[in-house]
């Protein structure tokens, strides 16, 4: 009888020793309590398990960026200095070791993040990596409740990976939403300050993985937000118990003949990465995207299919109304927005301009201002010639106008 349970408990240790293998959770970096590895040591990397993560360390300034490593538990300190803590306070399930990661800005190419990065030992990863866990640090999620700033202004925080093959150049990407507070309902908007289980499936044939963070909450030196995200147990299957898929989408907007608009459909909840997929092509610009621009000559119901990454579902539908006149003659008395003749963005209007958004081509805010005026100017000599989406903000109305400069 001995002898059998040997022979189980054998064979229980080696199938969890097998599944170890199979996620990597850190635990086999060693730290002092309360303590990270920050790459000080200019050794460029480490490795846990079948990943390798790189780190850019400046002895000069005493900085690093890329990926670092951490026990430390403080949740509760708002700090730039506290940047080593998730902000769930542990790794996942309680446990100790996890990654930390941020996502420094090159000053010399126009404050453009610099990606943070990892690589994949194929001969030992399993073939196809289930997924991951994500966190904020717990520097970036206090930042966000500062003054409640991020609930006030709408804004969102968004973690984009992508993947590639050193061999094949094959590569795609999936974008995963850290933080949203664009939802109608403002006690809706949420923040990863717990772990949160994140697909990964997609990035097969892939061995490289580059991160980067994209907001909402951008200034002329990038992103303002603390461009932290922590991860753990990369490679663990799909928990049981995920959270219900929770999404909306306004359910009208009303444009003028010959104006646009800016749909958006939100999602929270289920497994990220989220598909989204508008029911017709006609009068979008792109119609998989999460916010396309509508162009539609007459009044348009869209719906939208939002999926998650283990396949569940949720149908929003939205209408576009177009009213019977003319841009100019519906804006002429109550809202103009042009370039005048010195290239800058003028804005006026009968009622008080609350807020503006400007967004380029490709989706990126390039100017955010409160205005409180009638009037606004925008000093627009630093940007390109091009298109860009103007959104212009009036007693609880959005006006939207793709102007080209």
Known sequence: MKKIELLILFVCLGVTTILAQNVVDFEDLNLDPESHWDGSDLSGSYTSGWAEFYNNYDEAYLMWDGFAY???VDNITYDWQNSFSSAAG???YGSDNYAVSWINSDWM?????IPSVLKIDTVTAPEIIPGMYLSLNANSSLYMEDGDFYAINDHWFTLRIIGYSTTSWYFASRDFVLADYRFENDLDGFKMDTWNYVDMTWAE????LCFIVLSSDEGEYGVNTPAYFCIDNFGEEVPVGVSQLETEAPASYTIAVGGSTDLI??????VQPYYFQWSNEEGLDY???QNPVASPAETTIWTVTITDAIGNESVESVTVNVTSVS????MGEELMMFFNQNGNLTITNSQIIDKVIV???TGKTVIERNVFDYNSELNFNQFSDGIYIVNAFSNGNRYTRKLVK
């Not at 190419?109 to 993040?113: L, R, T």
């Not at 459909?265 to 289920?270: M, Y």
């Not at 841009?327 to 519906?330: D, R, T, Y």
């Open 70 to 72: 951490t026990n430390e």
């Open 90 to 92: 542990s790794g996942v």
């Open 109 to 113: 190419n126009n404050y453009q993040p």
């Open 205 to 208: 044939g892939t061995d490289s």
């Open 265 to 270: 459909a939100l999602a929270k909840g289920g």
């Open 287 to 289: 119609y998989e995207i």
């Open 327 to 330: 841009v100019a003659e519906s």
């Open 359 to 361: 967004y380029d081509i």
